[in-house]
């Protein structure tokens, strides 16, 4: 009975092994398409760019559903695999083993979550790029149909194109800018925590041994003794200097 309950973990396991490692390539696969299909769009919407993108604006919104429903598939399938672990872990013949067991399901579950937080995350994404392009291809062809159509004014309708392209590398420097004030957050977050140990393994070894808690005490002390008579010595100076002036 032992052994059947072995096999069938150690089943579960390569079930949740081999579904992770397939969530794995399709979120790398997932990840380029959006990206390629942000510079595919620039590509479109460059003006003396005369090439065609290898994928068309449809063909790349058709892959995305279908690589969002196979990613869905795959999350519910690795899921359901856990959930089976997690019952498996409560069965009273494998009790002695239970804390190896748990360590391994809170593993695959930690692994579970990040890769449905990295899909919606990029998902989330995809679907910003697609509606802000789709706002200002939206605006552009307005613009062109304007222009083509009634044949006046085309002054004013470059101002209006040129307007749209300050719009457009203005948010392209906006997206710049929070990306790098993240990173130095993250960097100054990541200081903070490690100026807080320091200080706090210092506060623990002043604590641990009085004597050089003491020695830190003086030296403080001794510091502050002579910041007074250096101030002292620097105001005597000072006086004698203003008296030698006005005499």
Not at 81 to 86: H, I, Q, R, T
Not at 124 to 152: A, H, P
Not at 176 to 203: C, F, H, P, Y
Not at 221 to 241: E, F, N, P, Q, Y
């Amino acid at each position: 009975m032992a052994g059947g309950n072995s096999n069938y973990w150690e089943d579960l396991r390569k079930q949740a092994r081999q579904l992770e490692n397939e969530l794995d390539m399709k979120l790398v696969s997932f990840s380029k398409l959006c990206t390629s299909y942000n510079s595919s769009r620039d590509g479109r919407r460059g003006d003396s760019s005369d090439t065609q993108p290898l994928l068309s604006n449809s063909t790349q919104d058709r892959m995305f559903e279908t690589m969002s429903v196979e990613i869905e598939q795959l999350l519910a399938k690795l899921t359901g695999v856990n959930d089976k672990m997690a019952e498996y872990t409560s069965t009273p013949g494998v009790t002695s083993l239970n804390a190896a067991l748990m360590h391994t399901l809170q593993r695959h579950r930690d692994i579970l979550q990040d890769y449905t937080h990295e899909f919606h995350k990029t998902k989330s994404n995809f679907m910003v790029i697609r509606e802000r392009e789709d706002l200002l291809g939206s605006v552009r062809k307005d613009i062109e149909s304007y222009k083509s159509g009634s044949g006046v004014n085309n002054r004013r309708t470059e101002l209006f194109l040129k307007e749209h392209e300050h719009l457009r590398n203005s948010d392209r420097l906006i997206d710049d800018t929070i990306s790098i004030a993240m990173a130095t957050k993250e960097n100054m977050t990541s200081q903070r925590g490690m100026l807080k140990s320091i200080q706090s393994r210092v506060n623990t070894l002043a604590n641990r041994f009085p004597a050089i808690n003491n020695l830190i005490q003086r030296i403080n002390l001794r510091k502050r003794r002579d910041s007074l008579i250096l101030g002292g010595v620097i105001g005597i100076c000072t006086i004698l200097l203003l008296l030698y002036a006005f005499h």
